[in-house]
Structure formats: C-alpha cells, structure tokens
C-alpha cells in the first residue's frame, strides 16, 4: 500500500491541478469583460453588449468552480499538511487572511453585481462593479503568489524552536522570486482566457453563427495574444535568471544538467536517468543553455550533482519542454492568424479548427509550469527550512486514499460537466437583445447593419 506521504501529495496535487484551471481564467477574463463594457459605454453598439452578456456567464462558471475547488483544497493544509500551519502558519496564515479580506469579499460583494445589475443599475455603477470584480481577481492572485514565492524564497522571518516568526513584512511579501512570479503568472492568465475567447468564438463561427459578436471578440482576443506572448517570453527568461540565482537545482532539473559544466548544451529532448545520474538520447544545440542561462556562450551552469538535495529530474524536465512547447505554439498561432484578421482577410476553416483545438491551450501550458515549479521546490514545502515528510499528517493511508479517490471522481466528472457546458453555451443562439437596438439612434443602427458586411469579409 502507499504510504500516507505519497498519497497526500497526489491528493495535494490533484486538487491544486483542477483548481488553477479556474483562476487561470477568471483573472484575465475579467479585464476582458471590464474592457467589453467599457466600449459599450463609450460606443452604446449592441455588438459589445452581446459578447459581454456572453462571457460574463462563461466568467461565472469558471468562478464558482474556482471558489469551490479552493476551499476544499485548502482544508488540507488541516487534515493532510499540519506541519505546515503548524510551523509556517505565523506567515501562511496572515497572507491567506489578506487575500480573503482585500480580494474574497470584494470579488463575492460586487460579483452579484455584475451578474444581476446590468438592467438594475446605472450603467456607471455596473461598470464600476465589473471593475471591482476584475481587481478583486487580481489582488487575490497577488496575495496567493506572494506565500507561494515565499515558500520558494523565503526571507524577511525568524526561526525560533523550528517555528518561522515574521520579521519583516515587507520582505516577506515582496520576496526575491515574487514580482517576476506574479507578472509570469498574471500573463499566462491573459493568455489563457485570450484563448479561451479565441477558440470557443472559432467554434460558433463554424458552427455558422453569422453575427458579429464572435468575430470582434475573436479579432480582440487574438491581438491580445499576439501582444501577450512576446512579453511573456521576456518575463519568463527574466524569471528564469532569477531561480538560477535563487534555485539553481531547480534550474539544473529544468535543463537535465548533471555536472557543472561550461558551454552547457540546450538539450531539447533527452531521457533522464537519475540512477545511472546521466541522460539518454540527447538531442542539443551546443552552448545555447548557457547562453539562455548566463547570457555568455561560455557560462558556467550548475549541475545536478553539486547539490545535496535536488527535486526529482524527469517531471520538471518534460514539464519544462510542454511549456515552452505549447508558448512557441501559441505564438505562431496568435502571431498567424492576427497578421490574417490585419490585413483584412477571412481566417479559413483551417485556421478556425486549428484555434478551435487551441482554446485550453493555456491550461497545458500553465499545469506544465505549475508542475515546474512545484515540483522543482521538492524535497521541501518552504525552501531550506521546511521538509515535506515533516509537514505531512499522521492518518492512516487508506484515509487519504479514500479522499484522494472521491476527489478524483468529483473533480473529473465537473470538469466534464464544465467543458460540456461551455461548448453548450458556445452552440446555444445568442439573439440581439431588444432594448439594446431602441437604445440606440437610427444612425447607429444602419452602422449595425453596415458592419456585418463589413466582418464578413475578415
């Protein structure tokens, strides 16, 4: 049977798995809904107001799985890490406590809102509302990365008895690897729902839905993508140099380094060995890691070897390679078919299919970084002071076996119900809503009729 350690790390592990997929979402979405709104206040086109109307309830789905699914999770730091709260908790529990006080109940106040407001209150106050909504998701992102990048890089406290003490707030919060982890993080979310939108806005074009609401929100979309992904390459090697500095042994696993070397070789495929401490079947590009690394063709890369504790090689390496994988993807993709809607010209079926299998592409590649940082954190839960095997609960293993299957179930069969839904929601005929079209002035209306020649031809 395994071991109540093991099965309390897969259990961890699924639920943090499902649960990022949500926030993922709903963090960038709601900027993107704000945006949305805010055209339709300035420009009164029903066109905006119809794309609002219908993301704001793929925006409410993925909220409310999200909230679900972290409270669940975060009764483990109970039942199944103890020792966490137990010895980290005078850090971990004040920066939990800040999210629900400056995010949680500012995001459940004004959500209700945003929902419900549109034909209730005065357009200001609803726009005021999907702003509050989409900085709450936001704020709560940075509170929740702020103890994560701590447990990476831990400062600013005292260690009293094995217990941390905070010392310094400041320190604490704004830790060595935090600012690059929360803008990582951050635009990943805005990738990921700018491909959500692209995607689901393909699929109903194919399904024939003619109006102009999926082809405005799928040209706004893929130009966010477009912008987003080159920025995300330079944050991500700029995080990159900051764990060399910080974590060189997760570094070291990311590049399937094993001895310290110069003119280290970027391995874009191998297969880790860490018995023989080796890698088989390399495929590499001379100098290029310490080139990345370094920035110097003949800089010097830390192996594997020199550390005494490193974090397991083969799923922070593999991890490592489907990120950037699907990034060059997304790049390539959004960069094609933005160039295409640019110069005016109609994305083929082709293209629509092909953004039509991109649309959780960001969830791929957000659990492949996820996985490398967490994983590449191990054998610790707070670096250099805090062991997993010591934070880990003493209940019997068939327990959390138990749970851990229960959960699996549940979490699969939501996330079916969810996919389902959302492609539902994307068939589901979404006509103009009366009151917007009296709303507006004749001129504005012909301008209506006028522009869906006008799409037709992108």
């Known amino acids: 049977m395994l071991e109540t350690l093991l099965l309390s790390r897969i259990q961890f592990a699924v639920n943090i798995s499902f649960h990022i997929l949500f926030p993922t979402i709903t963090i960038a979405l709601s900027w993107f809904l704000f945006y949305f709104k805010v055209r339709f206040d300035l420009s009164q086109h029903p066109v905006w107001m119809r794309i609002y109307r219908f993301w704001v309830k793929i925006f409410a789905l993925s909220f409310a799985i999200g909230v679900v699914s972290g409270i669940t999770m975060s009764f483990q730091f109970g039942t199944n890490w103890p020792g966490f709260m137990e010895r980290a908790g005078n850090i971990a529990g004040p920066l939990l406590g800040y999210e629900v006080l400056t995010a949680f109940f500012m995001e459940a106040t004004f959500l209700g809102a945003m929902l419900f407001g549109m034909n209730r209150l005065p357009p200001w106050l609803h726009t005021l509302s999907t702003f509050l909504v989409a900085l709450g998701t936001t704020m709560s992102s940075f509170w929740i990365l702020a103890l994560n990048s701590w447990m990476q890089t831990p400062q600013g406290h005292l260690i009293i008895d094995g217990i941390a003490h905070p010392e310094n707030w400041w320190q604490i919060i704004f830790n060595p690897s935090f600012p690059y982890r929360l803008v990582h993080t951050l635009i990943a979310s805005g990738l990921t729902a700018a491909f959500l939108i692209a995607g689901l806005s393909a699929y109903r074009l194919l399904k024939n839905d003619q109006k102009a609401a999926p082809k405005v929100a799928m040209k706004t979309a893929l130009y966010t993508a477009a912008v987003l992904i080159p920025l995300q390459i330079l944050v991500g090697d700029l995080h990159g140099l900051n764990t060399l500095k910080h974590q060189p042994q997760k570094v070291a696993a990311m590049e399937g380094v094993w001895e310290t070397q110069t003119n280290a070789p970027l391995l874009l495929f191998a297969i880790p060995d860490e018995a023989q401490r080796k890698n088989h079947f390399e495929i590499a590009v001379p100098s290029m890691a310490s080139l990345i690394l ?154 209506i009729k006028n522009l869906q020649p006008a799409l037709s031809t992108q």
């Not at 749970?403 to 839904?421: D, E």
């Open 294 to 447: 370094t920035h110097d063709l003949n800089g010097e890369v830390q192996g594997l070897n020199d550390f005494k504790h490193h974090p397991p090689v083969k799923p922070v390496f593999y991890s490592f390679r489907i990120m950037l994988g699907v990034g060059l993807l997304m790049l390539l993709v959004s960069w094609f078919c933005a160039a295409r809607l640019w110069q005016k010209k109609r994305l083929s079926r082709l293209s629509l299919s092909l953004l039509v299998g991109m649309t959780f592409s960001g969830w791929v590649a957000t659990l492949a970084g996820w996985y490398v940082t967490e994983i590449g954190r191990q054998p610790f839960l707070v670096s250099d002071f805090l062991p997993v095997a010591e934070a880990v609960t003493d209940i019997p293993p068939e327990n959390v076996a138990f749970s851990l299957a229960v959960y699996c179930v549940v979490y699969f069969l939501l996330l079916i119900a969810y996919l389902q839904t959302v492609f539902y929601l994307a068939r589901r005929s979404i006509p103009v809503e009366e009151f917007e079209v009296s709303e507006l002035s004749i001129d504005k209306q012909l301008k």
